[in-house]
């Protein structure tokens, strides 16, 4: 029963692919080359995407005592039908104690995510 704190970020990218798997490939490829992060192919309501999860461990100094923080994201990289357009969606905590329910409500958000067509 402690609070927790998520943030969503979401921005949409152009991309210079002409299907949707070859955009998925080259995330996987771009992913590959870093250490940063681990990844993985989904499968979406939308289609294929690459979900990464990272870490990064920082100090906060109070009192001259340094409180490490774990700062952790999961993030959902989703091309448009295309391809053409990749969005990047991510949940990002520091609470890292509940983790495994930052993931099953990160995951129900990118269950949720689709595209819609521009208007006007």
Do not use: Y
């Not at 949707?20 to 490939?25: L, R, T």
């Not at 999860?53 to 923080?69: G, Q, Y």
């Amino acid at each position: 029963m402690r609070p927790i704190m998520v943030t969503l970020t979401g921005i949409a990218m152009p991309s210079d692919h002409h299907r949707k798997s070859e955009a998925v490939a080259d995330l996987l490829e771009l992913h590959r080359a870093s250490a940063d992060s681990t990844f993985e192919e989904i499968r979406l309501p939308v289609g294929p995407a690459v979900v990464t999860v990272t870490e990064e461990e920082n100090a906060l100094v109070v009192d001259e005592e340094p409180i490490h923080v774990l700062t952790r994201q999961l993030t959902a990289w989703v091309p448009d039908p295309d391809g053409t357009t990749i969005a990047v969606v991510s949940v990002m905590t520091n609470s890292f104690q509940d983790w495994e329910h930052v993931c099953t409500l990160a995951l129900d958000i990118f269950d949720s995510f689709g595209w819609e067509p521009l208007s006007g």
